[in-house]
């Protein structure tokens, strides 16, 4: 069996990864390149999704009028850092994601459990792009990216922008780049082990 | 800046790892013990969720009579994998977690935000619960553990044996152990680069 990762590597994934927002401060000056954007979908795309069904589509908002663009549809709160981040991930979900399950999980008809099932469709396309949306994180992480999750956004108007003539539909965005340390504040609290698990 | 991990780390978290499913023959005979669960636990935590609501509750099912109860609730196919495995998370999402919000966010009133929106609160409590989800299979996989995560069960039979009372619902489950590399089939595909992303 694998040992733990060394503990600059969980430091770097978990301990010491911080999230950047709340001003334009919050963000270097560095660009992210099309070759380190490949790389995070490279390593986000093995992580697990029920029937491998892989529902997450991601746009990787970087020219000035696509984040003009999406600048549309932010709540104020989130425009200046999202506005000076070198990179916006919209994290979407593909609701025909099931039309793909012929190439993506061959030897059955997983096809069939999901079409015309739209509450079934929903609940996955949700749940998996979630996932994968988590995956990239710690992806972008694991990559020496940082990242500023968000979900105050208008997402009809985000979607008639991005995903017009499609069936996905936006789930959470996420600030890519290079986080400055001098915009962070103090790290908030996390419930302790038994306030939110237990062992049966 | 942070340099990316080594390719063992990389290795590990994402490109080796697999799922391990499909029969009992999925887990070695191996117990993970409560130590290795709390450190599991303690990576998780830190990983981003909106206004830090941290909505996941885990319960860690591990002893005979929790798997027995646990197993009424799983669909057939799930069973025999999950009654193997040496331990199975019922990932939760506590939909009342907003009521902790003073604790997790104290700089503002939060709780204010979902307290009586119950739309709010359902979109709120799944997306992040499962993120957390995906941060703890991350989390296992970085301290040496491997993952089967699964969706095909009867929630309101599974919430009304572990939750009773609570406002917590079940979302998704992981089975967690020392997979076994000899029950492996063949990787399943995944989407390349531009059927599932583009750079705008």
């Known amino acids: 069996m694998p040992p733990a990762l ?15 927002r709340g001003s334009a401060q919050a963000w270097l000056d560095q660009p992210v390149s099309d070759e380190h954007l490949r790389q995070v979908y490279e390593l986000a795309k ?69 079409a015309g099932k739209p509450s079934v469709i929903e609940s996955t396309a949700f749940r998996n792009a979630t996932l994968q949306g988590g995956y990239l994180i710690l992806a972008a992480r694991a990559l020496g990216l940082d990242c500023g999750p968000m979900s105050g956004f208008d997402g009809a108007r985000l979607d008639a922008a991005f995903f017009a003539g499609t069936a996905v539909k936006s789930n959470f965005l996420i600030n890519l780049g290079h986080g400055n340390p001098a915009s962070l504040s103090p790290r908030s609290p996390r419930l302790a082990f038994d306030e939110a698990c237990r062992i049966a």
């Open 6 to 20: 060394d503990d600059a590597a969980l430091d770097q994934l978990f301990r010491n990864a911080r999230t950047y």
């Open 46 to 114: 093995r992580g697990p999704t029920s029937a491998n069904c892989c529902p997450a589509r991601f746009v990787f908002v970087r020219s000035p009028e696509a984040k003009a663009l999406l600048r549309e549809s932010l709540d104020s709160g989130n425009v200046e850092q999202t506005m000076a981040a070198p990179v916006t991930v919209i994290v979407g979900s593909d609701h025909e994601f099931y039309e793909k399950l012929p190439q993506l999980f061959p030897h059955t008809d997983a096809r069939s459990w999901f």
